[in-house]
């Protein structure tokens, strides 16, 4: 019998937290996707479909092309729709689970799907994507090594780079939790990125979309460039 979604979230918590207490803070994302046997509603977060406001938010810049970046890609399906609409991607994920499953889903993509970590990436990365996209991945990463993944995004962009970042917003009133996902604040967001120049941040709720978890939720949507000066 398929679990449903708050049994899922409780399992998570649990492997959350085992892997803080080993020392292995993101060990769980593997064990999660190994553990749903390739059924996507034990992943909470796949939608399978490309994210509604990366959509828009892309379709409204059609002067960003060449290289892009999908960080922590998941299942595959934001890096498969701009590689449709004809950026250069690739992809990557801490959990090889997570890469196999893209794989068999899309036999035939052209995407470069691989294993990596943001928080120690190939040096060849360096300077090299036109495009970043970062979803809901900064906000998995626990608080005290979560400035560094942030920082390792910026220097992965070539001189005019784009960054987009989309997650859960903090505000005041949120009462925060011990387990993923934290979400984040705008100055914080702003203080990681000082050597880009903010181009947007809209703050928006799913309400009137197909996100599915927690739709009245606060989220952002931001974007910086990396500005050759
Ligand atoms: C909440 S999921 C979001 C997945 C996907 N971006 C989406 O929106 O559906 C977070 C993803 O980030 C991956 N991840 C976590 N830490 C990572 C890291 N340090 N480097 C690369 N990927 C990471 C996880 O394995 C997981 O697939």
């Known amino acids: 019998m398929d679990e449903n979604l708050d049994d899922i979230r409780i399992k998570i918590q649990k492997m959350a937290e085992v892997a803080e207490v080993n020392g292995e803070p993101l060990a769980w994302f593997e064990d ?11 992943i909470p977060w796949a939608r399978m479909e490309p994210h509604p406001q ?8 059609p002067e960003i092309n060449g290289k892009a970046l999908v960080v922590g890609c998941g299942l595959g399906d934001d ?6 609409i004809g950026f250069d991607v ?23 799907y ?23 991945i900064l906000q998995v990463i626990p608080e005290n090594i979560r400035d560094t993944a942030a920082k390792n995004l910026s220097l992965l962009l070539t001189n005019n780079g784009h960054l987009l970042c989309i997650g859960r917003l903090f505000e005041s009133n949120i009462v925060e939790q011990p387990v993923p996902p934290w979400p984040l604040g705008r100055v914080w967001l702003e203080s990681q990125f000082t050597d880009l120049r903010l181009v947007n941040f809209t703050r928006f709720t ?11 939720l606060p989220r952002f949507i931001a974007s910086w460039q990396k500005i050759d000066y």
């Open 114 to 136: 691989c294993v990596a970590d943001i928080l120690s990436h190939p040096e060849n990365w360096e300077n090299k994507f036109d495009l970043i996209v970062e979803i809901h």
């Open 79 to 84: 890096a498969e729709w701009l590689q449709e």
């Open 90 to 112: 690739t992809a990557f994920d801490i959990s090889k689970s997570s890469i196999d499953w893209c794989k068999e889903r899309f036999p035939d993509s052209t995407v470069d």
């Open 32 to 42: 999660l996707y190994d553990s749903a046997n390739r059924k996507s509603e034990d």
């Open 206 to 216: 799913s309400e009137n979309n197909s996100i599915g978890d927690f739709p009245s």
């Open 54 to 61: 990366m959509v828009e938010w892309i379709a409204n810049r």
